[in-house]
């Protein structure tokens, strides 16, 4: 295959130009767009698309500029800021003073919404449809569209973006590609590449993003530059109504069908993308595609549904546990706020537990420029909402909890523009009916706190969002509109998957008390999966509670939970070492308790970390020091003064709920009962320990606590001590076929442990591994080393191990805590990882998994790296000390020793990289000869076969030049090389630019006038860098950029090309060595 018939960047760019222009986005290439290099607007486009659009306005000339004057008035040195207050003029418009006083202000919108609005806005006995029309029935009213490539942008570095979707002139969105065939190119580079590099050096462009597009081809994402990496996500579906979402290449249509049809596009843009009121994390939240298609479908029946017409049934969103449904209610929300259809309407947000009343609270509170109403708040009881809705037409947002409704039956308003969006809505909202309580004593007839709701508002339309439906669920609020389930979920890297391991039988010895709890949990499901089934027949309940309680099951159980708990922690099995264990009931967690502290007193010690763990004093100051294991419960009347004191109040509680949440506070196991079990989101927490019967959609809802996304946490683990395996199936079973089988067996980690052990083995077999397993400490250490060297072989043999070992590491951390892995197995497994550490530490100078590995193994890997006597090369760069000493000649001698030709060369290549990044600092372009100089070298390297042609003397020749190549960079650095009449270190870092210039473009010029032109430059450049923000002010760049370019012609430099490209390198340069100088 050629180099031209690869499928490089450039060919998926083009692939992807020419699929948005059959989406109806023409394409421009950057190099025919008029515009100084600096500026990213496209200014033609604007002043067209503002003079069509309110030309019966009349609007002037001025007042576009006006427009135009406000916009690039925005600050890209606070970006996030920028771009919160842009996405605000783009998506809700603004008011423009007229030049002529005497005219009322003018409503301006920087796209045209016209044909959106119509057709989303409901029509009598019409329901729209989610489903996108033909292009040519949807025009894009005015709108100015572009797709453009190739447009150079002069920042404080140039840069080139792959592609920018233009609508009016305003760069909206972003691409970045990056080819799917090259294994060293992936699309976490074209993150990097928007969230660091282009906001770094051209933050002009990105304060305009309302989102940006990563993609390989193969993978395709959709996310903003303000948020990490793993909340980037793809779009799966282009109507929303398809069953099975597209992979691969397919999800690249899906993505520019779907969200680039035009209609679909401007209405993301200006409903789906929210910025909060305040944000201390610089939060920007892109919809995903079902929280899209979600609230549009939602918006749809509501429309249908609601009273007087209606029914009052706005229908079922059925969404995984963890998917974001609170920010598919905040979507839904500004939509039906922002319709004039529906006259802004009042939403009555509705939950059935005080803390998911004040997430939502928190949430919703801090959204109401973006749902478009000041008055959201929570109401303290039944008759501050109805002090609240009296006299109230429209608008408001309230939130509640379902409960405050039991308190009297009163009406509180009879509005039909009232919307009540219900949060787990399977729980205490669907029960209507008269419900009896039989007595000793008395029959009592009660309602439930759904009957008080529904007639406190008769005329409301209900909407339910519910992670687990029940049938009475679709009886209240009417039909599912969409759903998303588990799969879907873990399909699309927004929750992780969940592995079962049943360890019941571990702990209760007696078989016959096994099935007695299996008998007992099936008269549980078959009684029904209302929360007071369970509690109907306490005789039953306390035979129960007397096997669950067995202090000699306590026990037992105490000591296997802490072994399997402290497995994993060795074994850095757990992201933080959080673990939650829900008990059946206060009194047995109690006792529970006591066994663990019995085991493990130290877990009672109060202490603010784990040890071993250093805090910054910023994170002093959020923990509170406390014990390892703490209990999770509400106080009781009847507690003992033991247990009462260990409770706590509700204000302790509150502490607790922020210290587990903190990952570095001393506090990591939690005994829960029923609290914590929903609506808490710890992200990190990855083990959650059952010993409680728990069913259906409270099941779902407790095993989902460890289901959330986290970098490096792969899957979570849900043990099992009382035996809730089948009910576990059937629970699954409700969201659909996929899910019931969505449930790993801790079994298949095993398996897959074994298989990947297999083929390492395989690959090993012509290595002897004995001395690892048989010998002493020295022959450990001398094995390890020669195993490194061994997998170093070729590029290809290290790739594939390194693979397999993060494939195997992922599989130990789910099942290092059964005893199906022998010993002998683990000690394998220790071994290939210890590999796999000093791989990436010759390699990249850090290992993956240090902080998650078996504490023997790390301290041998850190002995193999000594026994090279090269530690301290995996040292540089640390601290500032550190840089000092990195041309010092002793390192380089100790690598000359090394005897491991592929480990000497790893190392010379990281030395070489540290080096070549120090003379960057100093001389950038030097810095740039260097590195290409470099990369020649790296790819010989990579290229490395498994032939007599790369022998130990082979790799060793390349060592050499390698040597070579790092004395000439440290002659470089210590200004070893001057040209005569040059001492100054940043004159030579000028004198290196105008020289490469004249050779690049082959023209002569005198060294005897070179020399006092770089002398000149220097001191232009020392002038106007005294102030510490010169590189962020105009004026100040704008003034050396004249002086520059009239020192240069007075000195006839150069002679026939454009000054410009002079200036942006003595710029960067300048930049760059002040920024040195500061740091040091």
Same mark, same amino acid.
């Given at each position: 295959?050629?180099?031209?018939?690869?499928?490089?960047?450039?060919?998926?760019?083009?692939?992807?130009?020419?699929?948005?222009?059959?989406?109806?986005?023409?394409?421009?290439?950057?190099?025919?767009?008029?515009?100084?290099?600096?500026?990213?607007?496209?200014?033609?486009?604007?002043?067209?698309?503002?003079?069509?659009?309110?030309?019966?306005?009349?609007?002037?000339?001025?007042?576009?500029?006006?427009?135009?004057?406000?916009?690039?008035?925005?600050? *890209?040195?606070?970006?996030?800021?920028?771009?919160?207050?842009?996405?605000?003029? +783009?998506?809700?418009?603004?008011?423009?003073?007229?030049?002529?006083?005497?005219?009322?202000?003018?409503?301006?919108?920087?796209?045209?919404?016209?044909?959106?609005?119509?057709?989303?806005?409901?029509?009598?006995?019409?329901?729209?449809?989610?489903?996108?029309?033909?292009?040519?029935?949807?025009?894009? =009213?005015?709108?100015?569209?572009?797709?453009?490539?190739?447009?150079?942008?002069?920042?404080? &570095?140039?840069?080139?973006?792959?592609?920018?979707?233009?609508?009016?002139?305003?760069?909206?969105?972003?691409?970045?590609?990056?080819?799917?065939?090259?294994?060293?190119?992936?699309?976490?580079?074209?993150? $990097?590449?928007?969230?660091?590099?282009?906001?770094?050096?051209?933050?002009?462009?990105?304060?305009?993003?309302?989102?940006?597009?990563?993609?390989?081809?193969?993978?395709?994402?959709? =996310?903003?530059?303000?948020?990490?990496?793993?909340?980037?996500?793809?779009?799966?579906?282009?109507? =929303?109504?398809?069953?099975? %979402?597209?992979?691969?290449?397919?999800?690249?249509?899906?993505?520019?069908?779907?969200?680039?049809?035009?209609?679909?596009?401007?209405?993301?843009?200006?409903?789906?993308?929210?910025?909060?009121?305040?944000?201390?994390?610089?939060?920007?939240? +892109?919809?995903?595609?079902?929280?899209?298609?979600?609230?549009?479908?939602?918006?749809?029946?509501?429309?249908?549904?609601?009273?007087?017409?209606?029914?009052?049934?706005?229908?079922?969103?059925?969404?995984?546990?963890?998917?974001?449904?609170?920010?598919?209610? /905040?979507?839904?929300?500004?939509?039906?706020?922002?319709?004039? %259809?529906?006259?802004?309407?009042?939403?009555?947000?509705?939950?059935?537990?005080?803390?998911?009343?004040? @997430?939502?609270?928190?949430?919703?509170?801090?959204?109401?420029?973006?749902?478009?109403?000041?008055?959201?708040?929570?109401?303290?009881?039944?008759?501050?909402?109805?002090?609240?809705?009296?006299?109230?037409?429209?608008?408001? $947002?309230?939130?509640?909890?379902?409960?405050?409704?039991?308190?009297?039956?009163?009406?509180?308003?009879?509005?039909?523009? +009232?919307?009540?969006?219900?949060?787990?809505?399977?729980?205490?909202?669907?029960?209507?009916?008269?419900?009896?309580?039989?007595?000793?004593?008395?029959?009592?007839?009660?309602?439930?706190?759904?009957?008080?709701?529904?007639?406190?508002?008769?005329?409301?339309?209900?909407?339910?969002?519910?992670?687990?439906?029940?049938?009475?669920?679709?009886?209240?609020?009417?039909?599912?509109?969409?759903?998303?389930?588990?799969?879907?979920?873990?399909?699309?890297?927004?929750?992780?998957?969940?592995?079962?391991?049943?360890?019941?039988?571990?702990?209760?010895?007696?078989?016959?008390?096994?099935?007695?709890?299996?008998?007992?949990?099936?008269?549980?499901?078959?009684?029904?999966?209302?929360?007071?089934?369970?509690?109907?027949?306490?005789?039953?309940?306390?035979?129960?509670?007397?096997?669950?309680?067995?202090?000699?099951?306590?026990?037992?159980?105490?000591?296997?939970?802490?072994?399997?708990?402290?497995?994993?922690? %060795?074994?850095?099995?757990?992201?933080?070492?959080?673990?939650?264990?829900?008990?059946?009931?206060?009194?047995?967690?109690?006792?529970?308790?006591?066994?663990?502290?019995?085991?493990?007193?130290?877990?009672?010690?109060?202490?603010?970390?784990?040890?071993?763990?250093?805090?910054?004093?910023?994170?002093?100051?959020?923990?509170?020091?406390?014990?390892?294991?703490?209990?999770?419960?509400?106080?009781?009347?009847?507690?003992?003064?033991?247990?009462?004191?260990?409770?706590?109040?509700?204000?302790?509680?509150?502490?607790?709920?922020? @210290?587990?949440?903190?990952?570095?506070?001393?506090?990591?196991?939690?005994?829960? $009962?029923?609290?914590?079990?929903?609506?808490?989101?710890?992200?990190?927490?990855?083990?959650?320990?059952?010993?409680?019967?728990?069913?259906?959609?409270?099941?779902?809802?407790?095993?989902?606590?460890?289901?959330?996304?986290?970098?490096?946490?792969?899957?979570?683990? $849900?043990?099992?001590?009382?035996?809730?395996?089948?009910?576990?199936?059937?629970?699954?079973?409700?969201?659909?076929?996929?899910?019931?089988?969505?449930?790993?067996?801790?079994?298949?980690?095993?398996?897959?442990?074994?298989?990947?052990?297999?083929?390492?083995?395989?690959?090993?077999?012509?290595?002897?591994?004995?001395?690892?397993?048989?010998?002493?400490?020295?022959?450990?250490?001398?094995?390890?080393?020669?195993?490194? &060297?061994?997998?170093?072989?070729?590029?290809?043999?290290?790739?594939?191990?390194?693979?397999?070992?993060?494939?195997?590491?992922?599989?130990?951390?789910?099942?290092?805590?059964?005893?199906?892995?022998?010993?002998?197995?683990?000690?394998?497994?220790?071994?290939?990882?210890?590999?796999?550490?000093?791989?990436?530490?010759?390699?990249?100078?850090?290992?993956?998994?240090?902080?998650?590995?078996?504490?023997?193994?790390?301290?041998?890997?850190?002995?193999?790296?000594?026994?090279?006597? +090269?530690?301290?090369?995996?040292?540089?760069?640390?601290?500032?000390?550190?840089?000092?000493?990195?041309?010092?000649?002793?390192?380089?001698?100790?690598?000359?020793?090394?005897? /491991?030709?592929?480990?000497?060369?790893?190392?010379?290549?990281?030395?070489?990289?540290? *080096?070549?990044?120090?003379?960057?600092?100093?001389?950038?372009?030097? =810095?740039?000869?260097?590195?290409?100089?470099?990369?020649?070298?790296?790819?010989?390297?990579?290229?490395?076969?498994?032939?007599?042609?790369?022998?130990?003397?082979?790799?060793?020749?390349?060592?050499?030049?390698?040597?070579?190549?790092?004395?000439?960079?440290?002659?470089?650095?210590?200004?070893?090389?001057?040209?005569?009449?040059?001492?100054?270190?940043?004159?030579?870092?000028?004198?290196?630019?105008?020289?490469?210039?004249?050779?690049?473009?082959?023209?002569?010029?005198?060294?005897?006038?070179?020399?006092?032109?770089?002398?000149?430059?220097?001191?232009?450049?020392?002038?106007?860098?005294?102030?510490?923000?010169?590189?962020?002010?105009?004026?100040?760049?704008?003034?050396?950029?004249?002086? /520059?370019?009239?020192?240069?012609?007075?000195?006839?430099?150069?002679?026939?090309?454009?000054?410009?490209?002079?200036?942006?390198?003595?710029? %960067?340069?300048?930049?760059?060595?002040?920024?040195? @100088?500061?740091?040091?």
């Amino acid at each position: 295959m050629t180099q031209h018939s690869k499928f490089s960047e450039a060919a998926l760019e083009s692939a992807i130009i020419s699929l948005l222009g059959e989406q109806g986005f023409p394409h421009v290439l950057g190099s025919a767009i008029t515009r100084a290099p600096e500026e990213v607007l496209i200014k033609s486009d604007l002043r067209s698309f503002l003079a069509r659009k309110y030309a019966d306005d009349e609007i002037t000339a001025g007042e576009i500029e006006s427009v135009i004057k406000q916009l690039d008035a925005y600050s *890209a040195a606070d970006l996030y800021a920028s771009n919160k207050a842009i996405m605000k003029l +783009v998506c809700d418009g603004f008011l423009l003073k007229r030049e002529d006083r005497s005219q009322k202000d003018l409503y301006v919108q920087l796209i045209d919404y016209a044909e959106l609005e119509a057709f989303w806005e409901p029509k009598p006995g019409e329901v729209p449809s989610i489903v996108a029309e033909e292009p040519a029935k949807f025009h894009g =009213g005015l709108n100015i569209f572009k797709i453009v490539n190739q447009l150079e942008i002069v920042g404080h &570095e140039t840069r080139i973006p792959d592609g920018i979707l233009y609508i009016n002139g305003l760069p909206l969105v972003v691409f970045e590609f990056k080819s799917a065939i090259r294994e060293e190119a992936t699309i976490h580079d074209a993150y $990097v590449q928007l969230a660091t590099r282009y906001a770094r050096d051209i933050p002009e462009l990105m304060k305009y993003h309302a989102f940006c597009v990563i993609s390989d081809g193969v993978n395709n994402k959709v =996310g903003s530059i303000f948020a990490k990496y793993d909340f980037f996500y793809p779009w799966r579906k282009v109507t =929303g109504d398809e069953v099975i %979402e597209k992979d691969g290449i397919n999800s690249l249509h899906t993505m520019i069908n779907g969200l680039f049809d035009k209609r679909r596009l401007i209405d993301v843009i200006r409903n789906f993308v929210y910025l909060p009121d305040v944000s201390r994390t610089e939060e920007k939240i +892109v919809c995903r595609y079902p929280q899209y298609y979600a609230a549009r479908k939602l918006f749809a029946n509501i429309a249908a549904h609601r009273k007087p017409e209606g029914d009052g049934k706005g229908g079922t969103y059925f969404g995984a546990t963890g998917c974001g449904k609170s920010f598919t209610m /905040l979507f839904l929300a500004r939509l039906l706020m922002k319709s004039v %259809e529906f006259s802004s309407p009042t939403i009555v947000l509705i939950t059935d537990r005080t803390d998911l009343d004040s @997430q939502l609270s928190d949430q919703f509170s801090n959204a109401k420029g973006y749902i478009g109403d000041a008055d959201i708040e929570s109401v303290q009881s039944r008759s501050d909402l109805r002090k609240k809705l009296k006299g109230r037409k429209s608008g408001g $947002v309230f939130l509640t909890t379902v409960h405050k409704f039991n308190e009297d039956a009163e009406l509180l308003t009879d509005r039909c523009n +009232v919307i009540c969006i219900s949060d787990e809505a399977h729980r205490s909202q669907v029960n209507l009916d008269q419900k009896l309580t039989i007595t000793d004593s008395e029959v009592k007839k009660s309602y439930g706190f759904a009957w008080h709701l529904h007639n406190s508002l008769p005329n409301a339309t209900y909407v339910g969002f519910t992670g687990t439906p029940i049938d009475a669920t679709l009886d209240v609020f009417g039909q599912v509109v969409d759903s998303y389930t588990m799969a879907e979920s873990v399909k699309d890297e927004i929750t992780v998957r969940l592995v079962y391991e049943g360890r019941a039988a571990k702990v209760l010895a007696d078989n016959s008390k096994l099935k007695e709890i299996e008998a007992y949990y099936q008269r549980c499901m078959e009684a029904g999966s209302s929360d007071y089934a369970v509690e109907q027949s306490k005789k039953v309940m306390a035979s129960m509670k007397s096997i669950l309680g067995d202090k000699d099951r306590l026990a037992a159980l105490a000591k296997d939970f802490v072994t399997h708990y402290e497995t994993r922690i %060795e074994e850095g099995s757990t992201i933080m070492g959080k673990a939650m264990f829900v008990s059946s009931s206060r009194e047995i967690a109690y006792d529970f308790y006591k066994e663990v502290i019995k085991l493990r007193p130290e877990w009672a010690e109060v202490r603010v970390a784990a040890e071993g763990v250093e805090l910054s004093d910023q994170q002093k100051k959020q923990i509170k020091p406390m014990e390892r294991i703490k209990m999770v419960m509400t106080r009781g009347k009847d507690d003992t003064k033991e247990l009462y004191d260990v409770l706590g109040s509700s204000e302790y509680r509150k502490m607790l709920d922020g @210290q587990f949440k903190n990952p570095q506070s001393n506090f990591k196991i939690a005994i829960v $009962v029923d609290m914590w079990l929903t609506g808490f989101d710890v992200p990190f927490l990855d083990t959650i320990y059952i010993d409680k019967p728990v069913q259906k959609h409270n099941l779902i809802q407790t095993i989902s606590r460890v289901n959330r996304k986290f970098e490096g946490k792969d899957k979570g683990l $849900v043990v099992d001590y009382f035996g809730i395996k089948s009910a576990m199936n059937q629970a699954l079973a409700m969201y659909s076929k996929t899910d019931a089988t969505n449930f790993e067996d801790v079994q298949l980690s095993i398996t897959e442990v074994r298989n990947h052990l297999d083929l390492l083995a395989r690959m090993f077999h012509v290595f002897d591994s004995t001395a690892y397993f048989a010998g002493d400490a020295v022959a450990q250490l001398d094995c390890l080393n020669r195993a490194s &060297e061994f997998v170093q072989l070729t590029d290809k043999i290290e790739h594939r191990f390194m693979q397999l070992v993060k494939r195997l590491k992922a599989a130990y951390d789910v099942c290092c805590g059964a005893e199906e892995i022998t010993e002998a197995e683990r000690d394998q497994i220790h071994f290939y990882l210890a590999i796999r550490s000093i791989i990436a530490k010759l390699t990249k100078g850090d290992a993956p998994d240090t902080a998650q590995m078996n504490a023997k193994v790390r301290e041998m890997i850190d002995e193999a790296i000594k026994s090279d006597g +090269v530690e301290e090369i995996f040292k540089l760069g640390d601290d500032q000390a550190s840089q000092i000493d990195l041309f010092n000649e002793d390192y380089l001698t100790k690598i000359s020793n090394i005897q /491991l030709p592929n480990t000497k060369a790893k190392l010379l290549q990281q030395l070489l990289k540290k *080096a070549i990044s120090e003379l960057k600092k100093v001389n950038k372009m030097k =810095g740039v000869d260097f590195s290409e100089k470099f990369n020649k070298l790296v790819e010989k390297y990579n290229e490395r076969k498994e032939s007599e042609a790369w022998t130990a003397e082979g790799i060793d020749d390349l060592a050499e030049e390698m040597l070579a190549m790092f004395h000439e960079l440290a002659k470089e650095y210590n200004q070893g090389d001057m040209p005569d009449g040059i001492a100054d270190m940043e004159v030579k870092a000028f004198y290196d630019i105008l020289k490469a210039l004249a050779i690049k473009y082959k023209f002569d010029y005198p060294e005897e006038k070179l020399i006092p032109l770089s002398e000149k430059v220097k001191s232009i450049v020392d002038d106007k860098t005294k102030y510490t923000d010169w590189s962020q002010r105009a004026d100040i760049k704008a003034e050396l950029k004249v002086d /520059l370019i009239m020192a240069l012609a007075d000195k006839g430099y150069p002679p026939m090309i454009d000054r410009d490209e002079v200036y942006k390198e003595i710029f %960067e340069q300048a930049e760059n060595f002040k920024k040195y @100088q500061e740091s040091r």
